[in-house]
Nanobody
Framework: QVQLVESGGGLVQPGGSLRLSCAAS????????MGWYRQAPGKQRTVVAT???????YYADSVKGRFTIARDNVKNTVYLQMNSLKPEDTAVYYC???????WGQGTQVTVSS
């Protein structure tokens, strides 16, 4: 089973930026797409952005124009560039192989002054 490891979370002030990374344990992009999801305390896990195997991209309305999903086929890594961060972006962020594959362990993003 493919293992996913996220990194790049942390504490940032409103308006700041972070880049999350999700490294896979093998070559995945010929088989899978990838999604970024987030879960805030007391709330359900929701989709943030997805990148299909064919390269199609989806963004949740709440992050359009601020977040960018991208992949590096050589490094087997997917990134989520997050700009203009808001307090409501605070959550644990997870990467997920699509469809129906592994989940990463999650990385905490906190946006606060």
């Amino acid at each position: 089973q493919v293992q996913l490891v996220e990194s790049g979370g942390g504490l940032v002030q409103p308006g700041g930026s972070l880049r999350l990374s999700c490294a896979a344990s093998g070559s995945i992009f010929s088989t899978y797409g990838m999604g970024w999801y987030r879960q805030a305390p007391g709330k359900q896990r929701t989709v943030v952005a997805t990148l299909t195997r064919g390269g199609s991209i989806y963004y949740a309305d709440s992050v359009k124009g601020r977040f960018t999903i991208a992949r590096d086929n050589v490094k087997n890594t997917v990134y989520l560039q997050m700009n203009s961060l808001k307090p409501e972006d605070t959550a644990v962020y997870y990467c997920h192989l699509l469809p129906g594959g592994s989940w990463g362990q999650g990385t905490q993003v906190t946006v606060s002054s």
